[in-house]
């Protein structure tokens, strides 16, 4: 099975890695990731700003959670980026790199984990649902969603 082959590691893939992860799954993202930002800047952002928690099958990045731990009164972090290459869905990799983040969020005392999917995007609402994350509003396409840190 694909899981077992994974090894699972935190703020190790490189500016360039991160990118080419994000360019191959530029279309599993609703709308596609393209079509909201530009990937290279982005990809650049999450390497310099993030915690990176990743899924590596030899040297792939097969999976990526990217979150933002600045806040300084350590309320809430902010998952900015939530991605499985196609070939890796459905065996549970972003349900386990969510939970990472999770708990070195807990580590770290924060309270909340906040993010934003497109209300169109069926698959992530109902994998952040599963994961305790719960509606907390609309703005523009996006529902805001929070999971508070036991």
């Known amino acids: 099975m694909l899981q077992n082959k994974i090894i699972y590691k935190t703020g190790t893939a490189s500016e360039t890695q991160i990118a080419q992860h994000l360019t191959l799954c530029n279309n599993q993202f609703v709308p596609p990731l393209n079509q909201k ?25 097969a999976g990526l959670v990217a979150a933002y731990f600045n806040d300084e009164k350590k309320v809430t972090v902010y998952i900015t980026n939530v991605s499985t290459l196609k070939i890796f869905r459905g065996v549970g990799i972003a349900t386990t790199l969510i939970k990472m983040c999770i708990e070195n969020a807990a580590a770290q005392k924060f309270e909340a984990i906040i993010l934003e999917v497109d209300k169109d995007n ?4 109902a994998l952040y649902k599963k994961n305790k994350f719960i509606q907390m509003g609309i703005k523009n396409h996006s529902v805001i969603m929070r999971r508070i840190i036991p």
Not at 51 to 59: I, P, S
Not at 122 to 125: G, I
């Open 37 to 61: 930002v530009n990937i290279i800047v982005y990809a650049k952002k999450i390497a310099e700003n993030s915690v990176t928690f990743e899924a590596w099958n030899n040297t792939e990045l």
């Open 122 to 125: 069926e698959t992530a609402l």
